[in-house]
Nanobody, 123 residues
Framework: QVQLVESGGGLVQPGDSLRLSCVAS????????MGWFRQAPGKEREFVAV????????YYSDSVKGRFTISRDNGRNTAYLQLNSQKPDDTAVYYC????????????????WGQGTQVTVSS
């Protein structure tokens, strides 16, 4: 049984930083691309970032490029999303996703989803 468990969300002020974690189990982590999505209240889920299984290729949405960084530790079966210079528009539930290819992640059709972690950016 595959599980993706996110953590690290919380309430932060504009300009603050936060690091989200996604621990995977039940799959060969080092063979899967990992991605992050988010869903704000009243909006559809949107792609945020993806990293390939080799940890040397990343891709970001324009809305977070330059502020967020995706990374992974294959030895710990964990993917990370570093959120810097946060804005109120970053408020959303953040979801982790895994897929056999980066393409499937970017197309929002990953093989597995996590349950999400709430990030709220407010003064």
């Amino acid at each position: 049984q595959v599980q993706l468990v996110e953590s690290g969300g919380g309430l932060v002020q504009p300009g603050d930083s936060l690091r989200l974690s996604c621990v995977a189990s039940g799959l060969t982590f080092s063979s899967h691309a990992m991605g992050w999505f988010r869903q704000a209240p009243g909006k559809e889920r949107e792609f945020v970032a993806v990293i390939d299984w080799k940890n040397d290729n990343t891709y970001y949405s324009d809305s977070v490029k330059g502020r967020f960084t995706i990374s992974r530790d294959n030895g710990r079966n964990t993917a990370y999303l570093q959120l810097n210079s946060q804005k109120p528009d970053d408020t959303a539930v953040y979801y982790c996703a895994a897929a056999v290819t980066m393409t499937r992640v970017v197309a929002a059709i990953p093989d597995y989803w996590g349950q999400g972690t709430q990030v709220t950016v407010s003064s």
